[in-house]
């Protein structure tokens, strides 16, 4: 019974570090896609904008995340590849949604989001965040 404890305390520490890796992750794209420093213009500037795009794709991966650990089966070592490879491409394809985004609509929303007036394409992309996220968390499921 004790072994079974220090088993899911050490796959609950594996995981919660190959989930902060992917959010850490997350926040470097996000901050590469608005121009300045994610950080300022959120704690400082208090941007919505940027606070909405990262809230979604925060959201996105802990979705993703969270489908792949209960998806694992007990079995830790493919849980934590399994969780990483799906993390990964679900920040990919995030990544992917906000540049099809930018690309089919005018002017560049990496410019809006910096703005201090919400932006109804931060809601858009914010949304196909969490979208993908979803079908990313039924395909693995």
């Excluded at 590849?81 to 995030?94: P, S, V």
């Amino acid at each position: 019974m004790f072994q079974e404890l220090l088993f899911g305390l050490s796959a609950a520490i594996a995981y919660g570090v190959v989930g902060a890796v992917l959010m850490v992750l997350g926040y470097v794209l996000v901050d590469l896609a608005t121009p300045g420093k994610l950080r300022d213009l959120i704690w400082v500037h208090r941007n919505a904008n940027a606070a909405i795009l990262l809230v979604s794709g925060l959201i996105g991966v802990g979705i993703v995340l969270t489908t792949a650990i209960a998806a694992s089966a007990n079995d830790l070592v493919y849980g934590l590849i399994g969780t990483l490879a799906y993390g990964l491409l679900g920040l990919i394809l995030m990544g992917l949604s906000f540049l099809l985004i930018d690309a089919i609509t005018p002017g560049r929303l990496g410019d809006e989001l910096s703005t201090e007036t919400v932006h109804p394409g931060t809601w858009v992309s914010a949304s196909s965040h969490v979208v993908i996220a979803t079908i990313i968390a039924a395909a693995i499921w």
